[in-house]
């Protein structure tokens, strides 16, 4: 087997590809530091100079606005140059000219690389061909993972619930497309949470993926059961209607999350999700405004944790 | 040019006979007797056997001449003791007339390396709904016809074309795959795939169509070899319909008796091949059953894909890998994890290939054309992009150290390669 790619020869952060394989010591260790930076966020000056100097590529080749601007403002609060680059994916079929775009921006000497593909483990081929002292932080390839959202939201439920070893945590819908979903359920089994469960109709449910470690339901009221998290995840609009569900309504009523299901789960359950949300779809307003959920701190979380991320790999 | 091979072992796969001793070569043909020879080559070390025959080698000519040419291909062919080899009809534009059959074969000859026997297109364009001049392309030269792995969705052009090769006794080759199971697919339908989040190909993909395939031949007797079969369940369905007395052979990539789908690491475009490397289970049937004989032989599927091609993300890549001249040390590499003698090894590449192509080839015998191979099997070879002569340098096994080298290759006679 190859060495971890994420990983450098002494074992420490280089690129961050994915939680899965990351050790629990480097988890712990983005989760810690990003501690330190959520008071950096709440100062009125919020700026720290760890990356002065350096610069930051934001190399989006799939649409996204959200995650693009939580990392260009988590890069700037550590006074990094931030270059955006949005790269319509269509005019980039020919693999030759997705690394050459990486060797061209290399020459205009990057430091990271934060990459997001439609494409599954296009950032480790672009990690593979970076020079030594460049990083690359994936922001999303494919359905494969999404680690920082994954990270994010570790660090949510360590800010609410504290104790790992003691949750069980459900997560619901569409896992069969979700990298947040993949990325999530190997960041709780690595900090060694107990009970992880999937619940979703067969058709969003990938195959054997119970292998990752996961406990598998498909009625919903069963699989909220005592829940101390529920994550929902979010429905693409092409997939409401076709060969994977009849309708977005039929949805809703077996896997939307409403404070009638929500009651089934623990009294103080925290409710999470990825955003952005389809109210009615997935989640019910009175849910998502409610007093279990905590998608908004979520938010505020995230740039703390990519902050870390990016101060890390840069010192590693 | 009359030659006298001394001192080697002889494994001739077609008898199961194995000894050492001398062999001789006169007018292209396996000779009784020498006389005086032109050459006197002492092979003492090495192995002497029938020149390796591949069911599966695209060359790319013609239309993806980027990629390969008939040159680098049929000298990688010799330099892996290949001297007959199968070509399948997804060229561009596809094999689907007897013109481009005919000039292939005479490029070929031309450069009297390796014989090149090219599988017709099933279907015009290889699109699937109209039947090409099978008759005409049988005269131009074609041994079989097949869809390489292009879809054939509609089931009713599937027993039309079987029921028309049935007729003229035309041996039809197919991939079992069905097209829309398939869809979008890039990787074994399995955790595997699941973790890495690539879309699957379920291994009923393979088993249904094969289920079809089966059906159809029962209906129609036409003569189908299935190619590449990939997994457990496709095995059993053969083994069944040869019990029942089908006419039915098939083949295996190399590729997939010794790897799977853990081998993908992380996203290894060089492990993106069709069809996808399945489970464990499936690479350890398969390697069984060509053991067995209900895999009837082995060959490379030989792909040349240019660099562009797999410096990709993993679905994006293009599928393929380089494989002739692999045949061999990945042949011994199984007959040794199955615990077979070299010649019952030896057969999966030559004296099986030759029966399925009705080809007087794959043999040890007097009269029989000298199609030859000298080797050391226990010369190792390192897998490197400077040491491949084929034009495609990918293959999972680049860096690896296999055992198998070889010396010497004769074709009809004459010396087309030599270490």
New interface residues.
């Given amino acids: 087997m190859q060495r971890n790619p994420q990983l450098n020869e002494k074992g420490e952060l280089q690129h961050l590809l994915s939680i899965e394989g990351l050790p629990r010591a480097i988890v712990l260790q983005i989760l810690d530091t990003a501690e330190s930076f959520v008071g950096v966020t709440e100062r009125e000056v919020k700026k720290v100079p760890i990356l002065r100097g350096k610069s930051v590529f934001n190399l989006f080749f799939e649409p996204s606005t959200r995650t693009r601007t939580t990392f260009e403002i988590a890069a700037k609060r550590l006074s990094a140059d931030v270059i955006n680059l949005n790269i319509n994916a269509s005019s980039q079929t020919k693999g030759e000219s997705l690394l050459d775009t990486v060797a061209n921006l290399s020459a205009m000497q990057a430091d990271i690389f934060v990459v997001r593909h439609e494409s599954s483990g296009a950032p480790f081929l672009i990690a593979r061909h970076v020079k030594p002292h460049e990083h690359v932080i994936n922001a999303g390839d494919g359905r494969h993972a999404h680690p920082t959202q994954g990270l994010l939201d570790l660090y949510t439920i360590r800010h609410y619930k504290k104790d790992f070893a003691a949750l069980t945590v459900a997560i619901v819908g569409d896992i069969l497309h979700s990298r947040v979903a993949r990325s999530l359920i190997h960041g709780l089994t690595t900090l060694g949470v107990p009970e992880v469960r999937v619940i979703g109709p067969q058709t969003l449910l990938p195959t054997g993926v119970e292998a990752l470690g996961v406990r598998v339901f498909h009625d919903m009221r069963e699989g909220l059961k005592d829940c101390d998290v529920v994550v929902m995840l979010r429905l693409q609009n092409e997939r409401m209607r076709g060969a994977l569900l009849p309708s977005a309504q039929e949805y809703f009523k077996h896997y939307g999350l409403n404070a009638d299901k929500l009651g089934l789960a623990r009294r103080d359950a925290i409710v999470m999700h990825p955003g952005p949300m389809n109210r009615g779809v997935e989640i019910d307003s009175t849910v998502a405004d409610g007093p279990h959920s905590v998608i908004l701190p979520q938010v505020t979380f995230g740039i703390a944790v990519r902050m870390a991320v990016m101060s890390i790999v840069a010192g590693n | 040019m009359r030659l006298h091979i001394k001192n080697a072992r002889i494994v001739d796969p077609a008898s199961g006979k194995e000894g050492s001793g001398e062999l001789f070569v006169a007018d292209g043909r396996i000779a009784a007797e020498g006389g005086k020879a032109d050459r006197v080559i002492d092979a003492k070390g090495l192995v002497l056997a029938p020149g390796f025959i591949d069911l599966s080698a695209r060359l790319r000519e013609p239309g993806h001449e980027y990629k390969a040419t008939l040159e680098s291909e049929l000298d990688a062919a010799v330099a892996g003791g290949v001297t007959s080899l199968a070509c399948p009809p997804d060229t561009d534009p596809a094999l689907d007339e007897p013109g481009l059959v005919d000039m292939l074969r005479r490029r070929a000859k031309a450069l009297s390396r390796a014989r090149v026997f090219p599988v017709g297109a099933l279907t015009v364009k290889l699109e699937g709904e109209r039947l090409t001049e099978m008759g005409q392309l049988s005269d131009a030269g074609c041994v079989a016809f097949s869809q390489a792995n292009a879809p054939l969705a509609d089931a009713q052009v599937l027993w039309r074309a079987l029921q028309y090769a049935a007729t003229f006794g035309y041996a039809v080759w197919l991939r079992a795959e069905d097209a829309d199971l398939a869809k979008g697919g890039v990787a074994h ?3 595997v ?8 190909i ?1 291994a009923f993909a393979e088993t249904i169509a094969l289920g079809t395939i089966l059906e159809l031949v029962r209906a129609t007797r036409a003569r189908v070899h299935v190619c590449r079969l990939s997994t457990a369940g496709a095995v059993d369905l053969v083994r069944r319909a040869k019990q029942e007395g089908l006419p039915v052979t098939c083949d295996v990539g190399l590729h997939h008796v010794h790897l799977c789908d853990m081998d993908l ?3 290894q ?1 060089q492990c993106r091949l069709e069809p996808p490397l399945r489970s464990q289970r499936d690479r350890d049937a398969l390697a069984r059953a060509l053991a067995e004989g209900v895999i009837d032989c082995a060959c490379s599927d030989h792909t040349p894909v240019d660099e ?2 797999k ?7 293009e599928p393929g890998a380089t494989g002739l001249e692999l045949l061999l040390p990945l042949t011994l590499k199984w007959g040794l994890a199955q615990r077979l003698g070299l010649a019952a090894t030896l057969a999966r590449i030559t004296s099986e290939p030759a029966r399925i192509l009705g080809i007087d080839a794959g043999r040890l015998v007097v009269g029989a054309p000298a199609d030859l191979v000298l080797f050391d099997p226990r010369a190792s070879v390192r897998i490197t992009p400077a040491a491949l002569k084929s034009q495609g340098k990918n293959t999972p096994f680049l860096g690896a150290e296999l055992d198998g080298g070889v010396r010497l290759t004769l074709v009809e006679g004459n010396v087309v390669y030599e270490a």
Avoid: C, I, N, V
Wanted: glycine share 20%.
């Fill in positions: 339908d399995g955790e795939a699941t973790r890495l989040g690539l879309p699957g379920p690491g992380y996203f475009s562009d091609g410096h990709l993300p993993f679905a994006l890549a």
